[in-house]
């Protein structure tokens, strides 16, 4: 598996303590609107597969640490849960049941439907181009990068979005002719499509990892120099993804580099896992990214940084300020384009595409975080629609502003269905040897939990993860447990009387006024058919 980016570079840079931000500067542009200056460009890396999804690459290649083994909590690679409910077909995993109940499944990037519904999402939220990643295609992932770029040319042609070729030269110990035969011989024909992104005429080609300082990418700059220029002899426009310090030669940057960095037509400095705040932000438009523009524009080169949503396991996107923040700060500097770090990178947390909204959308106990991790719900297509704002933005359509004008919902968020205390964290006042309060909610009518015995009051508690305003509990007891009474507290009620009754299955609904609650307490009172609180099942629905 290609080692991520960040697990490469997150320890280069430190963000140092903010600065005073620069006045907003216009930039002289190198080159007129074209399909990547002006406009809105993702990562797109199209990497995931799954068993039965057909992929030469077989197993769950970018889901789990052992592909051959499906992804569970302790085998996995990601580390942000995507919304499936726009794919037909999702592939079941290991996971534990999502909060709501529902089969924890995934998609598998070869399926062209779901190529097709990614594409489709950039066509409906203003996003014009896709930077296709391609990796070593001389190693055991090169088959199905091939024809994964097959897929992406149908879908850009359905949708009316561009797409370019994006070498990551990571681990790619031949590859200055190897990357020339690649072009040549495979890649070369898809810039006959008119779905392919060009530039001042020019078919659009990125190589992503000259110059950075770390041993997966070791080439000197003259091996580097001659594939850049090779490049542009065959008539591209070629792009740089190039080291945050490029211009200083420190840090995640050698030294000596420079000619290989003003070679290219455009540079796109990486800046995933250099800062998760606001003011960090500020510190790198003021610090890093205004000399960086004013070098680009001394040397005839565009201007293309990286924007971020956030990494949304490490709690950096405060429900879209720091990605409003980030598309601000480089549309005001006056960048020639925007690259989104990334479309669908939930390694790494950074994705846009559309993301499991709340606890009840990710696998229960896993501590995955979902789109209301800061405890402000945002739907899921929430970042995309941030990024057609920004696209708006870039292109003058609306006015520069530092406010995020794009609400987290588009209305009323949804009514989650299915149990909401499935496998959530629950605790207890007591507990009766082996019988715990985890098995109230661990989906097994014949396990219960039951308190010590002869002390009343007991209680039991379940953490639902984010308030939901609960209608209804259902209370379950083994099915062949004799008649019994149970008289318990419920949230927005007195204390009731409840019978458990064979007949219907020992289960008790309970209505509730639909009082929001996060820690949902049940206190017992009473019991005729043993001197304890039992129960084997709590669940509770909105």
Known sequence: MTVTRRALLSAAALTPAATLLPSPTAAAAASPPGDVVGKISVGYQGWFSCPGDGAPIGGWWHWSRDRFQPPSASNTTIVSWPDMRDFTHAYPTAYPNLGDGRPATLFSSYDQQTVDTHFQWMRTYGIDTAALQRFNPTGDEGPTRDAMAAKVRGAAEATGRKFYIMYDVTGWTSMQNQIKTDWSQKMSPYASSPAYARQNGKPVVCIWGFGFNDDGRPFPPAACLDVVNWFKAQGCYVIGGVPTYWREGKNDSR?????????????????????????????????????????????????????????????????????????????????????????????????????????????????????????????????????????????????????????????????????????????????????????????????????????????????????????????????????????????????????FDPASGNTVTITLPGTSVRQLRLTFTANTGWPAAQLAALEAYA
């Open 255 to 499: 030294a000596g580099f420079s000619d290989v960095y003003h070679a290219f037509h455009m540079l796109s400095p990486w800046m995933v896992g250099r800062t998760g705040t606001l003011d960090g932000l500020d510190w790198f438009l003021a610090n890093v990214n205004t000399a960086d523009q004013a070098d680009c524009n001394a040397h005839g080169i565009d201007y293309q940084p990286c924007v971020l949503p956030g990494d949304l396991s490490s709690g950096h996107r405060r429900h879209g300020d720091f990605y409003w923040r980030s598309l601000y700060n480089m549309i005001r500097l006056g960048a020639q384009g925007l690259y989104v770090s990334m479309f669908d990178e939930f390694n790494e947390g950074n994705q846009i595409a559309k993301t499991a909204e709340t606890g009840a959308s990710v696998p229960a106990g896993t501590g995955i975080r979902a789109l209301d991790e800061d405890g402000t719900f945002c739907s899921a297509d929430y970042y995309l629609r941030i990024t057609g704002d920004g696209g708006r933005m870039l292109k003058g359509q609306t006015a520069l502003t530092a406010t995020r004008p794009t609400p987290p919902t588009t209305g009323t968020p949804p009514v989650p269905t299915g149990d909401l205390a499935a496998g959530k964290p629950v605790t207890a006042g007591s507990a009766n040897g082996p019988y715990g309060p985890g098995n109230a909610v661990d989906g097994n009518a014949g396990s219960y939990w039951e308190s010590t015995n002869h002390v009343f009051p007991q209680w039991i508690e379940v953490d639902l993860g984010t308030p939901y305003a609960v209608k209804r509990l259902v209370l379950r007891l083994p099915g062949t447990w004799e008649r019994r009474t149970q008289t318990i507290t419920v949230p927005g009620r007195a204390a009731e009387t409840y019978v």
